[in-house]
């Protein structure tokens, strides 16, 4: 089983091809290729590579599937005693990214 750990947008996700994964709004148009280059660890059927900090010869190549909000959430801050109440919704920009290749240079 081949799969790479890649930073992006902030955080770390476990990759792994035919896949796909939300990261935070990436700002590109649908259908276009990304290629992530941030990668920390390799697993190639048992051959491990650990980058320090990220693996120069490896490449992750994906395609932008889709760009939606994601699941809301209900913020609430209260102050007891204090008659102090606010409720506040967020909805994360998401990017739908599917995984194509993991590329070793």
Avoid: C
Avoid at 16 to 38: S, V
Avoid at 88 to 97: A, D, I, K, P, S
Wanted: aromatic letters at 8%; glycine letters at 8%.
């Amino acid at each position: 089983m081949k799969y790479a750990i890649v930073e992006i947008s902030g955080r770390q996700f476990w990759i792994e091809t035919g896949k796909y994964y939300d990261f935070n709004r990436i700002p590109i148009e649908l259908g276009k290729k990304i290629i992530l280059n941030r990668v920390l660890l390799l697993n190639n059927e048992g051959d491990i590579l650990i980058g320090k900090p990220y693996l120069d010869s490896v490449k992750v190549k994906g395609k932008i599937l889709e760009h939606f909000r994601g699941k809301k959430t209900i913020v609430y801050k209260m102050k007891s005693k204090k008659k102090t109440r606010r409720k506040q919704g967020h909805r994360q920009e998401l990017t739908r990214v599917l995984i194509q290749d993991i590329i070793i240079n």
